[in-house]
Structures are given as structure tokens and as C-alpha cells.
Antibody, heavy 121, light 107 residues
Framework: QVQLVQSAVEVKKPGASVKVSCKAS????????ITWLRQAPGQGLEWMGW?????NYAEKFQGRLTMTTDTSTSTAYLELRSLRPDDTAVYYC?????????????????WGQGTLVTVSS | EIVLTQSPATLSLSPGTRATLSCRAS??????LAWYQQKPGQAPRLLIY???NRATGIPARFSGSGSGTDFTLTISSLEPEDFGVYYC?????????FGPGTKVDIK
């Protein structure tokens, strides 16, 4: 079954870090980039960045965002540091089209179920 | 950053009717536009890419058109399961951006 399965809900205090995982199955993980997006409660979608053979991050997250992949387990990771209350959101990973394309620009045809990250003191 | 504007904000229509959703870009994005549907508590689903191409498994009642700055998603005959929020998304210029969404309610 072609799917992306994300890690569970996280509750963090301001200033802490969070690491969200996204495990792919049913397709060749290395053939596609992975894009991370987030959606604050009741809000729209925000692009955070992309990873395949290299990374490309949105300017607003530079310095506190790291994306990595482990091809041996077909898993992508997002780590966000220095968390603030306005980082509270559902974080999504998404497979990026087209395949075999080494560029941040693409469309998202397969999504994880989302990981709710709540930042609160 | 390219700003996408969607209209209307909300659409309330009966099953069997035609729905027309609009997305306007603040500058030309050629045809680098996609449409997604999102239902409550779910991840978005890709419907249309490159302005007019249906994604795998998407019913033929969904169609997209437009280029440059003005784009349209048409649902030819609404089904009860078509409720949700519809987002447009541009990949022309970094950072990729999304419109604020059009909520479709089925009467």
C-alpha cells in the first residue's frame, strides 16, 4: 500500500525542539522528494521546505529547521527548534511530483496523515 | 512572494449543480497551478496539476482551466462527497504558496 505514515501527536514547551517522522511505503522512496507543510488551527497551508538529494527551506524557518532522510528505512524527518506558541499546527509530509526531479518545485500527490504539534507553557 | 486569492470564500450548492471556483495570482505563474480538496480532519488531496491535468483517480467531473494569473476549478455536477475546502497552489516561484481556500457546502 502506497502511503506516508507520520509520528504521533507532540506537546512541547516554548523553546523546546520537536522531531516529526514520516515513513514511506509502497513506492521507491528515493525517487521522489518530500515536502513538509504545516497548517495552523483553522488556517491555510504553509510550505516549510523540501528534501531529496539536498534541502531547500523557506526563509522564515532558516536557522531553526532541519530536514533529513534515512533511505535505509524510507523515512523523512523534520526537526524544528526554538518552538514558539505560533508553531502550533498540524505538520504534513507530502510526496512531491514529478519523480526523479531534484528541485523544490512540484506538486503533492501523496500526504501523510498529519502530526499535531502543540506548543504551550 | 506570489499571493493567491480565491473566490468566493464560501459556496453553498445543491447536488447536481455546477460549481465554479476561482484563483487569481498576483503575477503570472504560467500554468504552474494545482488544486487540492481538504475535508475536516484529513490531509489535502491533489485534484488538478499544471492547471488542467487531473491527478490519478480523480473523477472526470473535476476540471481545471486557465493560465497566467487567472484559473478556474469546475465541478460539473456536484456530488454529496464533494464538500470541503478547495485550495489552489502555485509552484512557479519560491516559496510555493497556497490560496486561502474556498469552502464548498452541499445543501
Amino acid at each position: 500500500q502506497v502511503q506516508l505514515v507520520q509520528s504521533a501527536v507532540e506537546v512541547k514547551k516554548p523553546g523546546a525542539s520537536v522531531k516529526v517522522s514520516c515513513k514511506a511505503s509502497g513506492y521507491t522512496f528515493s525517487s521522489h522528494g518530500i515536502t513538509w507543510l504545516r497548517q495552523a488551527p483553522g488556517q491555510g497551508l504553509e510550505w516549510m521546505g523540501w528534501i531529496r538529494h539536498y534541502t531547500n527551506y523557506a526563509e522564515k524557518f532558516q536557522g531553526r529547521l532541519t530536514m533529513t532522510t534515512d533511505t535505509s528505512t524510507s523515512t523523512a524527518y523534520l526537526e524544528l527548534r526554538s518552538l514558539r506558541p505560533d508553531d502550533t499546527a498540524v505538520y504534513y509530509c507530502a510526496r512531491t511530483l514529478p519523480p526523479d526531479y531534484d528541485f523544490w518545485s512540484g506538486y503533492y500527490d501523496l500526504w501523510g496523515q498529519g502530526t499535531l504539534v502543540t506548543v504551550s507553557s | 512572494e506570489i499571493v493567491l486569492t480565491q473566490s468566493p470564500a464560501t459556496l453553498s450548492l445543491s447536488p447536481g449543480t455546477r460549481a465554479t471556483l476561482s484563483c487569481r495570482a498576483s503575477q503570472s505563474i504560467n500554468n504552474y497551478l494545482a488544486w487540492y480538496q481538504q475535508k475536516p480532519g484529513q490531509a489535502p488531496r491533489l485534484l488538478i496539476y499544471d492547471a488542467s491535468n487531473r491527478a490519478t483517480g480523480i473523477p472526470a467531473r473535476f476540471s481545471g482551466s486557465g493560465s497566467g494569473t487567472d484559473f478556474t476549478l469546475t465541478i460539473s455536477s456536484l456530488e454529496p462527497e464533494d464538500f470541503g475546502v478547495y485550495y489552489c497552489h502555485q509552484r512557479s516561484t519560491r516559496p510555493p504558496s497556497f490560496g486561502p481556500g474556498t469552502k464548498v457546502d452541499i445543501k
